[in-house]
């Protein structure tokens, strides 16, 4: 990738990553972050390397050879199920707005399951069937468009997939993982010159701080 990656999960998150401990949704924004991000991926597989060696330390409360070589099994080689050079696949591209994306690895499955586009002014948005606990979606910003000023219920996890972001508090380019909670108040557009694809993962729906709360209550309902 030609540009650094800014914005990241930070080490709590992928440590939980790691551990197994984020829900499902969360869990696939983080992976689809580490996909794009090599030092992500080599800050995750330091922290599994770690786990591992925590792990055997610990004592096996059992004589059971069984129990300890199942044991060990498991924590020798924790990259293993999840390989990151993975054989070349065909890889499942997302058509909107007269344009294909490529996502990354971690979501190939869902994207070739989206639901409908729904399109509203400059945005297009297609939910992915993706766990129960939040609202995961797919984001089109076309160029030039403005996402109106919002405040968030819940925590919002917006990773860019192509293209590039730019709000009050940065610029965000592909692999770029943007976390707002509940506290942020943000408008996100896109530059002139080129649109975006995002992956959105919502806890709760977008709360629109201007103009004619009537008038954004199909936007709110249209984002989540
Ligand atoms: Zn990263």
Known sequence: MAHAIKFHPGMALLEQYVEGTLTADVALAIAAHVDLCPHCQRLSHDISVDMAAQLEKQPVKTDNDDWGSMLAAITAEPQESKPRKAAPVTLQNVVVNGREFTVPRALQRLAGNHGKWLHLGGIATAKLPAGAEHHVSLLYIGKGTEVPLHTHLGLEMTLVLSGKI???????????????????????????????????????????????????????????
Do not use: M, W
């Open 166 to 224: 730019v709000d009050e508090n940065g610029e965000y380019c592909a692999g770029d993982l943007l976390i707002n909670s509940p506290d942020d108040t943000h408008t996100p557009r896109t530059l002139a010159n080129e649109d975006c694809l995002c992956l959105s993962v919502l806890s709760a729906p977008l709360q629109f701080k201007k103009g004619l709360t009537r008038l954004l209550n199909p936007l709110q309902q249209f984002f989540y």
